[in-house]
């Protein structure tokens, strides 16, 4: 098991930046491919970035290309999200999640996550 607890939301401008952690406690991190999701209200849950296990390869969705920087450090269990030139539309809960799945150079999708954290809320205003 994992438990995966998020920290580092909050309410910024637009144009503003914010650090999101993700805490692994329990089994090995390095053996997890590391996801970023997001969920704003009313739509569905949106893949934004992930890591290989060794932080040496990482993708993103488009919209958060250039401004979102997706990290890990595994001898402190942590991944993070360096978010910057925030928009408004950034505005969701984000989630963090591990997957056992092998990394791919393309979206690893919600389900094939084996474990979620309990989201950390990001608004951005205008």
């Known amino acids: 098991q994992v438990q995966l607890v998020e920290s580092g939301g909050g309410l910024v401008q637009a144009g503003g930046s914010l650090r999101l952690s993700c805490l692994a406690l329990g089994r090995t991190f390095s053996s997890y491919v590391m996801g970023w999701f997001r969920q704003a209200p009313g739509k569905e849950r949106e893949f934004v970035a992930h890591?290989?296990?060794?932080?040496?390869?990482?993708y993103y969705t488009d919209s958060v290309k250039g401004r979102f920087t997706i990290s890990r450090v595994n001898a402190k269990n942590t991944v993070y999200l360096q978010m910057n030139s925030l928009k408004p539309e950034d505005t969701a809960v984000y989630y963090c999640?591990?997957?056992?799945?092998?990394?791919?150079?393309?979206?690893?999708?919600?389900?094939?996550?084996?474990?979620w954290g309990q989201g950390t809320q990001v608004t951005v205003s205008s």
């Open positions: 890591i290989s296990r060794s932080g040496a390869n990482t």
């Open positions: 999640a591990a997957t056992i799945a092998a990394y791919v150079s393309s979206p690893i999708g919600p389900k094939e996550y084996d474990y």
